[in-house]
Each structure stands twice: as structure tokens, then as C-alpha cells.
């Protein structure tokens, strides 16, 4: 039998590294990569911070205002957009508390980035932030209770103690408030992610799939369920003030991703000056 593997060598290590002709050289091995990414980490977070996070609010709140000028089938569309937001931002929030979980362990790049919600991680999401008392979820984080910021970080002045601490009480009842939409919503937001559904599609009606019809102020987004072998409707109302309340809870879940992120990065940066001291000292 002719032996198709080929070798490359990591950019970083240079250990060899097999594959075959059908696959893409790799860059680095697995322990290199892993330690490309940890690197990283304070980066990404960073730049993730100042863009990314805030982009899914950006979108439904420009969607919002669009409403009043639009059409009533531009409307729909308008409004199914805010509800796919809706729908990523709480994937973004998921995979972001996962990843933060991660810290210290696995990069939180890729835990971050490789992340997929499904039933199982929405529900224990909404599950953990409706139980867990605010010591429990940021000791899981490895964060302080804003009242012990100034123990746990004796670099920072005041000022950056009063303001990490206020972050942090918005942070809290953030996530409360998403923990008290309830399992209901984990169940929806898994339905409208997928659980393999790739390819969904708006449509003005519904009946001629089940005898299930939608009244003139919905829309829907339907798609194949190959799991239960049926068509699955997600319908929502084209209602201003429900809309508003989606954007809200938007707004709510975006304040509490950022929140998280400038604990955590505030975090390494007190780890890092302590490490510089200790550094200093024995030198």
C-alpha cells in the first residue's frame, strides 16, 4: 500500500507534523497552538471588548428605529432581524461565560471561538444563573465580590476600585435578570440555533405546512428539524413595545459580557503586576 502522508515541522517548536495530500499542512502542533492562543487571551479579550460584544445590540438597536420608517413587510423583516440577534447575543454570552470558566486552563480563544450552544448548554446557562447566589458564580469565575475588590487588587487606586465595583453590581443583576427569563427561553434560543439547523427562511404564512396559521402582525422563520423529522416555526409579533423589551434584554446581556470581560482583564492585570513585584524582589 503507498504511503499518501506527507510532513510538515511546527513554526514554533519545530517537531515534525504528518498529514496526507487531502488535508492542509498544519501550522504548529496541538501543545503549540494551545499556547499560541493562551498567549493571547488578554488580546482577544480585550479587542473583543471594545467590538464584538457590543455588535449584536448595535444591529437590533438600528433595527428598532428603522421600524417607524419601513413598510409593513420590511417590518417583519426588521423585526425577525432583532430576534436573531436576540438569539446570538445570548450564544455569545453562553460561550463567553464557558470560555471565562476556562481561564487558566483551556485558552479561552478557543473555548470561546470553538463553543456550540445547544439544548443541554442553554439550559444549564439559565439553570446556573437563576441558582447560583452571586459568591458561587464569581467564585466559578474566579472573581471577587465587589465589596472584596479592594483586598483582592491592592494595585488599584480608588477610583478604578469604585468603578470595577460598580460594573460589577450591574454585572450581577445583568445576569440575574437573564437567569429569570427562565428555561423557556433556553428552550426557544436552542430551537432557533439549531440543533443542526442550517438553513432557515422567513416566510409572510405558516398554514400550509400544519393548518397553523399566523396572524398579520407575525412572521416567521421556518426550518427543517431532522431530529424530530418535522418543520420547526419559530413566529414572532411585528409589536413595537415587545421589540423594545427584546432590544432591552439585549442591551442587558451586552452590559453583562462587558462586565465580565473588564472583571477578568482587570484580573490579569493585577496578576501580572504581583508577578512583576515578586520578580523585582528577588532580583
Known sequence: MTDTSLEATCRDCGQSLSFHLDETAPARCAECFDGFMRARDVAFLS?????????????????????ALESPPARKVLAMHIMEQYVQVVGDLIGLYHALRQRGGEPMMKAFLEFQVDRDSALAFFREMASLSEQELLDSLGLPMPDEIAR?????????????????VQMLGDLKRTGDMGEGAALALAQATGEGRGGAALVKQSDWLDSVGLRPDQVASIAIDQKRRTISVSAISVD??????VVSVIGAMTNAASGLIYAVLTMYQEEERRGRARGSRRA
Open 47 to 67: 479587542s473583543y471588548a471594545e467590538l464584538g460584544v457590543t455588535s449584536r445590540r448595535v444591529i437590533a438597536e438600528t433595527s428598532l428605529r428603522a421600524l
Open 152 to 168: 483582592r487588587c491592592p494595585s488599584l487606586s480608588k477610583s478604578d476600585v469604585r468603578d470595577l465595583r460598580k460594573a460589577m
Open 240 to 245: 413595537e413595545k415587545r421589540l423594545q423589551g
